[in-house]
């Protein structure tokens, strides 16, 4: 992927259940942004490997804590030696390993523990191949998620803040844990200020289509806005969709007692939507099937 990118950046593009590597070479050395999710560390190691082609990984920075961003850290140390850099805010939840705080237990995910060495907070400023990269504060999806934007080449690394057709699940908002909504939409009106030619999602493809991307994402903002159930429901499915990729098939059978062992799953439907179990599962297998996200098999539900 090139799209006028700098010649010291490569974005290594990683499907579900992977958050996308942004590697920056500079001389011997390398940084990367996000390590994708642990069942892909093998795959992971040996991509970095290959772009780095020869240097040494000095540095991994991450945009949040979730699954899908860190699961490569422990395996990168270890092949590397790099330096593990995490938000400021994440430093007790990373060190303690609190995995409801991480959002593994909840969500039925998993990481491998790692040991972070440094921390970065919204404001500071780094380099990263050759270029001069500020760290933004960009709650919402993550209450202390950063974003990296180079002022430039108008380049920003949003993670899941913005994506080309939206932006990750407000979790906070769900848990009750703070205004996910309001930051989210400020979090979208501080980065649309900005002059930016190209995000690098965590998720798809770079691209160029700013301003259509922050219009898709405030009319779904508003929309959750307007109707919390909406969001909700669209949590759960996102969450029992990750979880399935990850199992990739079960019985048919099984799939309610799947479902229901997703505690972030239950515990929404209970606060917000209120559906009976049963109902719950049937609607969100019905639902999932319809998108392709699931299909049947002999018998057995197989993630899309």
């Known amino acids: 992927m090139n799209m006028h990118l700098p010649d010291s950046l490569r974005v290594l593009e990683r499907g579900w259940l992977s ?21 892909h560390a093998a795959q992971t190691v040996e991509l970095v ?15 949040h804590s979730h699954s899908d961003h860190i699961g490569g850290n422990a395996a990168l140390q270890a092949r590397f030696g790099c330096e593990i850099i995490v938000p400021g805010g994440l430093h007790a939840t990373i060190a303690e390993w609190n995995e409801n705080a991480l959002l593994l237990s909840p969500l039925g995910q998993q990481a491998a523990r790692f040991q972070h060495d440094s921390l970065i907070h919204a404001g500071d400023e780094l380099e990263m191949g050759g270029l001069n990269w500020q760290a933004l504060a960009v709650p919402g999806h993550d209450m202390e998620a950063l974003a990296y934007y180079n002022p430039e080449r108008r380049i920003l690394i949003s993670g899941d803040a913005l994506w080309e057709n939206g932006f990750g699940v407000i979790f ?26 190209i995000v690098i999602p965590g998720h798809g493809s770079p691209f160029a289509a700013v301003d259509a991307a ?20 669209h949590a759960i499915k996102v969450i ?65």
């Open 214 to 233: 922050f219009e898709r994402a405030f009319r779904r903002v508003d929309s959750f806005s307007t109707d919390i159930d909406k969001l909700a429901w």
């Open 240 to 304: 029992v969709s990750f979880a399935m990729l990850e199992r990739r098939c079960l019985p048919a059978g099984d799939f309610p007692a799947f479902l229901l062992g997703l505690p972030f799953a239950v515990d929404v439907n209970t606060r917000y939507v209120g559906l009976p179990e049963d109902v719950l599962a049937a609607r969100i297998e019905r639902e999932l099937l319809l998108v392709n996200a699931l299909r049947r098999e002999d018998g057995f539900l197989v993630a899309g």
């Open 19 to 39: 958050a996308n590597n942004i590697v920056f070479l500079e001389g011997e050395h390398a940084t990367l942004v996000d390590s994708g999710y642990v069942t």
């Open 172 to 197: 906070p908002e769900l848990l009750g844990e703070a205004d996910g909504l309001a930051s989210t939409r400020a979090t979208l009106e501080m980065l649309a200020r900005l002059p930016i030619d």
């Open 49 to 63: 490997s290959h772009a780095v082609h020869g240097r040494q990984l000095r540095r991994l920075i991450n945009t």
